[in-house]
């Protein structure tokens, strides 16, 4: 029989070892972190806690618009408080907001190279959305621009037959319209939904007519192109209705966003901008248009004139061209928003007011603005090679 107090003294020598061997490694990180300048965590301390949980999720600072807002109003919703609550749950601080009363229709996610997992972040946290990489912002900036697939992730609403829409972006000011034509011819056939033609009026919309269809609705999607005669269809999840976009092309003009047109040395030009068709025209010594560009006016959606200052509101009159600015490291709320040029008008007795560069395409053909006339950043060059100082600016309701 061996003897016990024997095994019981070498068990006890070896739990001696073991606890020194531990207590020894316990000092040397000790000494390490102290060294570093850090302490150890307490037992049950936040930060031992927090090294047992993962990371936060990335948290910036957010823009966001609603750029579907006639439409929501038409709905009766609120999808900008809607997006901003979902936003700021996820531990995103929202900078600025606004409401733009347009249409569209897909949801965009803008974000500085680099920022791709606090985008990603903010993606779920709404529910949708395309991103989007954007050097005109600043590090740490997001930008949301909520459109109408994202009623449904963020509003509640009860179910309903679809409805169809009918945008009339052809540019024309006939008394009767196309939609309105079209509208009746619609109505014949629809299944309940109803079908609305709202007053929108903007050109800069789309160059080729286009129908857009909620998922599993490009049966109806393709019969609603047979019944136009023309145009094309695309799906985007996340719709109830369908959207029909007609197109210059629609009333038999080849129209371009981005024109060819390059201006003549030389020739003098005059500017007419147009507030209820959403267009600059370009005219020569003669008064006729040589080029048209689409482009955004003051945000408030009466379209008046401008009556006070901060009405977002775009002044109507004769103007002329007072100086030309480099605006390429202009920004505006921490975006490079103006583009490569600012035309200065003399627009008295308001001040501040020009016709720019964008980082906000996807805005061009809609009151957007504060009240400057915003053209695409690629047409900017083109109107400002064809000014100069003492340039009539016309700008018309």
Aim: charged share 25%.
């Amino acid at each position: 029989m061996r003897d016990t107090s024997i095994l019981n003294a070498s068990f006890f020598r070896r739990a001696v070892v073991f606890c020194a061997f531990f207590i020894a490694a316990l000092c040397v990180v000790s000494t390490t972190l102290i060294a570093q300048g850090q302490q150890p965590p307490r037992a049950g301390s936040e930060e031992n806690l927090a090294l047992m949980q993962p990371a936060a999720g990335p948290v910036g600072d957010v823009v966001i618009k609603s750029a579907c807002g006639a439409y929501t109003e038409k709905l009766g919703i609120d999808l900008l408080a809607a997006g901003k609550r979902a936003v700021t749950d996820a531990g995103f601080a929202v900078k600025s907001e606004l409401v733009l009363s347009i249409y569209r229709f897909e949801t965009f996610i803008h974000y500085y190279p680099g920022d791709e997992a606090a985008a990603e972040a903010l993606r779920r946290a709404v529910g949708i959305g395309t991103l989007t990489p954007d050097d005109t912002l600043t590090p740490g900036l997001l930008k949301v621009i909520l459109g109408a697939d994202a009623i449904p992730r963020l509003v509640s609403t009860t179910p309903r037959k679809p409805a169809v829409y009918i945008l009339d972006a052809t540019g024309t000011d006939n008394a009767l319209s196309p939609a309105a034509v079209l509208s009746s011819v619609l109505a014949a056939a629809d299944d309940g939904g109803g079908v609305y033609t709202p007053e929108v009026v903007n050109k800069g919309m789309e160059e080729t007519t286009i129908v857009y269809y909620p998922l599993e609705g490009g049966e109806r999607a393709n019969e609603l192109v047979e019944t136009i005669g023309m145009g094309s269809v695309r799906m985007v999840a996340g719709l109830v209705d369908y959207f029909v976009v007609l197109a210059p092309d629609y009333v038999g003009e080849d129209w371009k966003k981005l024109p060819s047109w390059e201006p003549t040395e030389g020739e003098e030009y005059s500017i007419v901008i147009d507030k209820s068709r959403y267009i600059l025209e370009v005219r020569n010594s003669e008064g006729k248009k040589v080029s048209e560009f689409p482009v955004s006016i003051g945000s408030n959606p009466d379209l008046k004139d401008k009556e006070r200052v901060g009405d977002c509101r775009t002044p109507e009159g004769e103007f002329t061209v007072s100086k030309l600015h480099d605006a390429s490291d202009w920004r505006f709320e921490e975006e490079l928003a103006y583009g490569p040029w600012f035309i200065r008008l003399l627009t008295a007795p308001w001040t501040g007011i020009g016709i720019h560069g964008t980082n906000e395409e996807y805005l061009i053909g809609a009151p957007a603005t504060h009240g400057c006339i915003r053209l695409d950043s690629r047409n900017i060059d083109k109107v400002k090679r064809a000014v100069d100082i003492g340039t009539l600016v016309t700008i018309v309701p």
